[in-house]
T-cell receptor, first 114, second 113 residues
């Protein structure tokens, strides 16, 4: 079974600064997908970014980018130019190619300080 | 609006009771997933349906059951409720494969008193 580990329960960043959230995973599959989701205080879960394991290029969505290290099974999220609206809980998730369900990490709560 | 509709948004009920949570997936999505999120906790996978059939099951209690109907909406039934069942229940949908991310509904906040 796949596991996803987020070792940082809480992180904080100064507004306009850059922060990196860590995620590691364990799998025996060679092809899979990784995701970061954001859950703001409203509790609505929002897909932030998606990475295909067979692509070496790191995914980027505006101020959000990932550092995907397949051999190390690491998938970190970098948020540049942090904004107050980035304050949320962030979940890393793993999706296999066969199974539809995703496995989520326990989340990292990000605080953005003005 | 994500396109995934969950009702009701809030539910308060007594221990021992039974409730039904409803989810309508985003248009075109065939798969529905149910997750439970207890206070400040991660998401626990309950069950997945694909085009009316059960596809995967997680740590879902025997007191809980679900189904997906021909119009693809899904219902999660929780019975003999206990205080520990109080949580946020999310429904998510996608086209069916693990390569797709989820579109989540806004959740149903269940409080058992």
């Amino acid at each position: 079974a796949q596991t996803v580990t987020q070792s940082q329960p809480e992180m904080s960043v100064q507004e306009a600064e850059t922060v990196t959230l860590s995620c590691t995973y364990d799998t025996s599959e060679s092809d899979y997908y990784l995701f970061w989701y954001k859950q703001p205080p409203s509790r609505q879960m929002i897909l932030v970014i998606r990475q295909e394991a067979y692509k070496q290029q790191n995914a980027t969505e505006n101020r959000f980018s990932v550092n995907f290290q397949k051999a190390a099974k690491s998938f970190s999220l970098k948020i540049s130019d942090s904004q107050l609206g980035d304050a949320a809980m962030y979940f890393c998730a793993y999706g296999g190619t066969n199974a539809g369900k995703s496995t989520f990490g326990d989340g990292t709560t990000l605080t953005v300080k003005p | 609006d994500s396109g995934v509709t969950q009702t009701p948004k809030h539910l308060i009920t007594a221990t021992g009771q039974r409730v039904t949570l409803r989810c309508s997936p985003r248009s075109g999505d065939l798969s529905v997933y149910w997750y439970q999120q207890s206070l400040d906790q991660g998401l626990q996978f309950l069950i997945q349906y694909y085009n009316g059939e059960e596809r995967a099951k997680g740590n879902i209690l025997e007191r809980f059951s679900a189904q997906q109907f021909p119009d693809l909406h899904s219902e999660l039934n929780l019975s003999s409720l206990e205080l520990g069942d109080s949580a946020l229940y999310f429904c998510a949908s996608n086209r069916g494969g693990g390569s797709y991310g989820y579109t989540f509904g806004s959740g149903t906040r269940l409080t058992v008193v």
